[in-house]
């Protein structure tokens, strides 16, 4: 079983919809979160940190469910740029430095 | 500011023979990390610098990767000799602190993308 389990897609959602992606991790020692953004041939970059709490900004909203190990990421009335791979990472537990990565959701926005 | 800087960009290399990545971080980030996505696979760490000094390394393959970091600034890792399993793309990324710290993400590198044929 891998570490982070993810939907791969492709997710193809229309311009103005929302779309809602999950994911899951193995080690329950799990301490940080994260949603990471990579577009075609570029590099990823932090989209959001997910707390307990869950944590929303603008159009995006991170969801944690520790009982159940899974993340989710919510995103409202999408937009073309949002077109993206979406990745789910995970760190282990403080004072490892090392995140594990899912293999990430691919969005294609439709106008 | 500018960002994490890889070179190349692209390597493309025969078996056997030997490649070198480079990456200079953000100034000031005293983490370093190489990570690696081979063709169909999820993004995997391979090690972590804090300044010169490896902090983690368990993420290496084997023992034909060789990162260092001397003096703490950019860092290399040197791939001999490559293998075909080597083909992949090879980001680095950068932190001022470690991952736990507010506000404190990592910043990656547009990564170089490595063909062993």
């Known amino acids: 079983r891998k570490e982070v389990e993810q939907d791969p897609g492709p997710f193809n959602v229309p311009e103005g919809a929302t779309v809602a992606f999950n994911c899951t991790y193995s080690n329950s020692a799990s301490q940080s979160f994260f949603w990471y953004r990579q577009d075609c041939r570029k590099e990823p970059k932090l989209l959001m940190s997910?707390?307990?709490s869950g944590n929303e900004d603008g159009r995006f909203t991170a969801q944690l469910n520790r009982a159940s190990q899974y993340i989710s990421l919510l995103i409202r009335d999408s937009k073309l740029s949002d077109s993206a791979t979406y990745l789910c990472v995970v760190n282990a537990n403080f004072g490892n430095e090392k995140l594990t990565f899912g293999t990430g959701t691919r969005l294609t926005i439709i106008p | 500011e500018a960002g994490v800087t890889q070179f190349p960009s692209h390597s493309v290399i025969e078996k056997g023979q030997t490649v070198t990545l480079r990456c200079d971080p953000i100034s000031g980030h005293d983490n370093l990390y190489w990570y690696r996505r081979v063709m169909g696979k999820e993004i995997k760490f391979l090690l972590h610098?804090?300044?010169?000094?490896?902090?983690?390394e368990s993420g290496m393959p084997n023992n034909r990767f060789l990162a260092e970091r001397t003096g703490g600034t950019y860092s290399t890792l040197k791939v001999q000799p490559a293998e075909l399993e080597d083909s992949g793309v090879y980001f680095c990324?950068?932190?001022?602190?470690?991952?736990?710290?507010?506000?404190?993400?990592?910043?990656f590198g547009n990564g170089t993308r490595l063909t062993v044929t």
């Open positions: 997910v707390y307990s």
């Open positions: 990324a950068s932190s001022r602190g470690g991952i736990g710290s507010y506000n404190s993400p990592l910043h």
């Open positions: 610098f804090v300044k010169e000094s490896k902090q983690d």
